[in-house]
């Protein structure tokens, strides 16, 4: 079996996630000074057709103001009629985060006044929310070289659910705000984290933790850039043994790179004001892509009363949790959905370890990217007879560059998966080396309809494993070139190589090498 | 025609079902009376394309024998806070003056589909904040009663036919009840057979009372609430405005049963009511609250209620004084919940989706300043702003908190004194007669309505089913009602009862000459 050596650089150069997380870890002497506090608020989108309080259709981009039911644009006299889908959606989701569900949640109207706030109210789950006193566990890299990670647990506050609000456009040419209520009345989960985070790092771990979660759950798309996936983040430092600073909210965070960097941004400068003692205020603040900043967007100071009152248009809500009794009234079913629930990503990261013999960090790799992971799983159950280690190698070390040197979306690989099975079984079986391996995925990441064995056959690139056959062309070698012989057993070692050179060009890089190595070592006796 | 627009919706409806009579010429009829009668106010909108419309696909289903059932070509009147696509829905107020909804309330779609015939849209108090159909941005609605237009009628009483006496001068009119004096003052003169109005404190029975119809409260829950624009939500129920309980009983058999739309309607599935033919109340119990017995109450009334009282008792009927010892608190506690209620739901009055949009571009929320306080007026304003400090985080406590739980004393009241064995509550609807306009508008709307509502809005708080019952002529001829309450659900038993005393009262009917 050829062994295909962890190359760190190529990891990092491959796995791209890795690396914008880690491109802005927080340094510097001042650091062990201060304690940094990160809490999370973050709103995921809830995969469903329909909204959560109406009919209409929740389908990304399509034209302004062309999804708005009677309702969302709080047409006089309209009521809010819960989506069970995404109260199913909600139950899944706080299960799978190991949240306690409340029996029975209730909705509650927040009063703001704003031109993409139709009602003059969100409905969402201030007192009662749907599911309290999660957590979520999850793996934080401290550097991509060295590998190491560790555990870290966040505790889940709450779950509630909640309708998001519009959009409003400024249109700087005429100087008029344009709504658009296509987003009025989407359905959004929040998770409310408690402060118990240090950095960005661990932030955007738990971000990447959730997003695997939720899509494995199927209750959020997670695409960030679309907004379905949203995150807020309360910043506080204080020195060890003394009480915590005063916060700031970063909002809105819309990627997970973004995560780590507004964050960790966001200490440094707490850090920098503190030390030239200046107060810190409680404000919002908004996370600059184009600058790397984050930029002060309102005071807390003038703070809203956002006169919470029940919705009184919905009755409370109950969902089923108790599997001694009889679920009489069709509630949505805890008990059932429990039992529907697919692995989750640790679960997966240990079964790639156990029944796979991956490594730590390669299942955590590859679970990260749920799409390779599937091909991964596709390429073993679909040939038992190949080899993980080689499928994963294959995947992470040889296709993935090539996909992005190619501009090609992930997706792609549902195209060439099986040709690339077949590959890898050339290469595994010893047919052809890593060498040829390269040459024929390069051109299948070009084009999906090449046949690789045609390819092989074409070019005659097929391994030469036949000892015999080997020794002959080694023997040949050695005889062309006497002199250099003589030199070497002289002690000029360093022809050695130079011999396993003109192997490789004589035999047009087909030779199998492990195999000339051995035959060339004994014939130089 | 003229003679049947004062009729029952059974005689007609037997007339129009045998072809006597065509539901085109009936809605002429009806629509010719709302242009002689439009001195009283009664419609902010009268509908005439479409009941012109409706009519003739009535008489077409008339033709073919396809008629949709009782109601079928029967002229109807809603208030003007439910929703009908295509014809303005105003609240009577200047925020909605153009609002044109795009869809139907449920209950009017459920009337529209059994063929009823919509001959406009009834005035009220702005968003129905009142109780007298003052408070209107189209001006006050007048009682018939006590009119010169009363003059059109003769008094139908024991088969004897009178003339109705001269009444007083223009100027001293009386007030219709509200704030659905609208359907009220439609129903008691012919204008239309039922009409709808809602109920968050007494705004369909006070009317009722004062206009001398049926004003029926269902239980909250049993009649959808979709498009109904909201005064209180949790308290709001579209009421049923009638001559007879009869009629009433067809339009509840009509709109009642679960809705989708609306998450609040009682999921069972509605049975039709039917009162059995013979009425034998005898066993029944029937309580009368002794706190409805208050300072105010005039003595007319009292002795109307006792007199009553002495006739369900001769009738087999145990009658007997209970006490509902909160009673007292329910209109503060009301005044608290409903300015909460309103103050939320009006903040989606902003001018931007619908509704008046002031002059003003400097900002946005100048943009909202100028545009509510334009489209409202002093009533909606003041509830809005006690209802915002209420809801603030520091007073939700002192005020929401303790309004909900006085309000569950007061259903618990209710829940005593059924679970004692009593059937039924008689009480007063309101305290006295129609009072003058120049004598109503002497006291502001906050303390009108702490009066008026007293005897109805226990059954909001409760969510009780309620009905208003005229009973005689006050000395100065004008309509004497008592009020029936039953407990959740039981309609049938109110209706009955309230039947029965109808038959045995025998109020004086209004026929147009």
């Known amino acids: 079996m050829p062994r295909l050596l962890v190359n760190d650089k190529c990891l990092k150069r491959n796995y791209s996630f890795l690396r914008r997380s880690f491109c802005n870890a927080g340094s510097g002497k001042s650091i062990k000074t201060w304690n940094s506090v990160v809490g999370l608020e973050i709103h995921a989108q809830i995969a469903s ?11 990304f981009g399509k034209s302004a103001n062309s999804c708005v039911s009677f309702f969302d644009c709080a047409t006089p006299g309209t009521l809010p009629v819960l989506n069970k889908k995404c109260v199913e959606a909600g139950v899944i989701t706080a299960l799978a985060l190991q949240c306690q569900i409340n029996q029975i949640s209730y909705f509650d109207r927040k009063h703001y006044f ?11 789950q201030q007192r009662k929310p749907i599911a309290i006193n999660g957590k979520l566990k999850f793996n934080v890299f401290t550097s991509v070289a060295n590998k190491e990670s560790y555990f870290k647990s966040s505790k889940l506050k709450q779950i509630q659910l909640e309708q998001d609000s ?22 959004l989960m929040e998770f409310v984290f408690e402060p118990d985070l240090k950095d960005g790092e661990e932030a955007a771990a738990l971000v990447k933790e959730l997003i695997l979660i939720l899509q494995r759950l199927n209750t959020c798309s997670c695409k960030m850039d679309e907004g379905a996936l949203r995150v807020d983040a309360n910043v506080s430092i204080n020195r060890p043994n003394e009480p915590l600073g005063v916060r700031t909210e970063i909002k809105n965070i819309g990627s997970v790179r973004g995560v780590a960097s507004a964050i960790n941004y966001e200490i440094k400068r707490q850090i920098d004001l503190c030390e030239k003692n200046i107060e810190i205020v409680n404000e919002t603040r908004a996370w600059d892509v184009t600058s790397n900043k984050t930029i002060s967007m309102r005071s807390k100071e003038d703070k809203q009363d956002y006169r919470f009152m029940p919705e009184p248009n919905l009755p409370p809500l109950h969902i089923h949790v108790d599997k001694e009794l009889k679920n009489t009234h069709n509630l949505v079913d805890a008990t059932i959905l429990k039992t529907q629930m697919p692995e989750m990503p640790q679960e997966t990261r240990n079964r790639l370890q156990t029944d796979y013999g991956l490594s730590k960090t390669h299942s955590i790799i590859l679970v990260n990217e749920p799409i390779l992971f599937d091909l991964f799983m596709y390429l073993i159950t679909c040939n038992k007879n190949r080899s993980p280690y080689i499928v994963f190698k294959t995947i992470f070390h040889e296709l993935l560059g090539l996909l992005y040197k190619n501009n090609q979306d992930n997706d792609y690989v549902l195209e060439i998966r099986d040709e690339f099975g077949k590959l890898i079984d050339f290469l595994q079986s010893e047919k052809i080396n890593l060498m040829v391996f390269n040459n024929v995925l390069k051109e299948l990441v070009k084009n999906p309809t090449i046949s690789s064995k045609e390819m092989i056959e074409k070019n005659n690139w097929f391994q030469i494993s036949d000892e015999e056959e080997l020794k002959k ?51 130089l006796q | 025609m003229n003679n049947l627009l004062t009729e029952s919706i059974r005689t007609v409806g037997r007339k129009i079902a045998s072809s006597e009579v065509k539901p085109s010429d009936l809605t002429k009829a009806a629509l010719k009376l709302t242009t002689q009668l439009r001195p009283l106010n009664a419609f902010i909108n009268v509908t005439h394309q479409l009941a012109k419309t409706q009519s003739q696909e009535s008489d077409s289903r008339q033709d073919s024998k396809k008629l949709l059932g009782s109601l079928d070509g029967i002229p109807i009147a809603v208030k003007d806070n439910f929703c009908t696509a295509g014809q303005p829905t105003t609240c009577a107020s200047l925020m909605l003056a153009d609002f044109v909804p795009g869809y139907d309330a449920t209950v009017y ?172 109340i005898s066993g029944l119990k029937i309580g009368l609250p002794k706190e409805y017995k208050c300072a105010e109450l005039s003595e007319e009334v009292e002795s109307n209620w006792l007199e009553v009282s002495r006739l369900l008792e001769e009738a087999g009927a145990k009658v007997l004084p209970v006490s509902l010892p909160h009673t ?18 009006m903040s989606r009055y902003d001018g931007l989706e619908y509704g008046l949009r002031a002059d003003e571009s400097s900002s946005l929320d100048a943009l909202y300043a100028k545009s509510r306080s334009e489209g409202f007026n002093d009533v909606v304003r003041s509830r809005i702003l006690a209802g915002n400090y209420f809801l603030l985080s520091e007073n939700y406590e002192n005020y929401f908190v303790k309004a909900m739980k006085v309000r569950s004393l007061i259903a618990q009241d209710f829940d005593k004194v059924w679970d004692s064995g009593v059937d039924l509550l008689l009480t007063p609807t309101t305290l006295t007669q129609a009072p003058k306009y120049q004598d109503f508008i002497c006291a502001d709307n906050q303390a009108q309505c702490s009066v008026q509502d007293f005897c109805t809005q226990p059954a909001n708080m409760a969510g009780l089913p309620a009905i208003s019952i005229p009973i005689k002529l006050s000395r100065c001829g004008m309509p004497l009602s008592l009020q029936l309450m039953a407990p959740m659900l039981c309609e049938e038993r109110l209706l009955r009862v309230a039947k029965w005393i109808e038959d045995i009262v025998k109020f004086p009917r209004l026929v147009l000459k």
Not at chain 1, 485 to 496: A, D, F, I, S, T
Not at chain 2, 329 to 338: A, D, E, G, W
């Open chain 1, 473 to 523: 062309i080694c023997q040949t070698l050695l005889d062309e070139n006497p002199h250099l012989v003589e030199q070497y057993k002289n002690g000029k070692k360093k022809l050695y190589k130079y011999f396993l050179g003109q192997i490789v060009k004589k035999t047009n890089d087909t030779a199998n090498m492990k195999k000339v190595d051995q035959i060339m070592k004994k014939l």
């Open chain 1, 166 to 187: 519009g959009k409003t456009l400024n249109d700087e040419s005429t100087k008029r705000s344009l709504i658009d209520l296509n987003r009025a009345g989407i359905p």
């Open chain 2, 328 to 345: 007292e608190y329910s209109i503060v506690c009301y005044s608290v919940l409903n300015k909460c209620e309103v103050a939320s739901n």
């Open chain 1, 114 to 124: 704003y031109a993409d706030l139709p009602a003059g109210y969100q409905i969402t």
């Open chain 2, 109 to 280: 779609r459920k009337l529209r589909e059994a063929g009823s015939i919509l001959m406009g849209k009834t005035n009220l108090d702005q968003f129905a904040m009142g109780s007298g159909t003052v408070d209107s941005y189209y001006g006050p609605s007048k009682n018939l009663w006590g009119s010169e237009l009363a003059r059109n009628y003769i008094l139908e009483d024991n088969s004897h036919k009178n003339e109705i006496e001269n009444r007083p001068t223009l100027e001293e009119w009386f007030i219709a009840g509200g704030s659905s004096g609208g359907s009220a003052i439609a129903v008691s003169s012919g204008m239309c057979f039922a009409a709808l109005g809602s109920d968050s404190g007494g705004s369909t029975r006070n009317p009722a009372s004062y206009c001398g119809v049926v004003g029926l409260k269902p239980t909250y829950g049993l009649v959808s609430r979709h498009g109904l624009i909201p005064l209180v939500n949790s308290m709001d129920v579209p009421g049923i405005l009638t001559r007879t309980v009869d009629d009433c009983l067809a339009v509840l058999n009509t709109i009642a049963g679960p809705d989708n739309m609306d998450s609040t309607t009682i999921k069972v599935p509605f049975k039709p009511i039917e009162l059995s033919t013979s009425l034998d």
């Open chain 1, 49 to 59: 057709d329909s909204k959560l309080f109406s009919a209409a259709s929740t389908k």
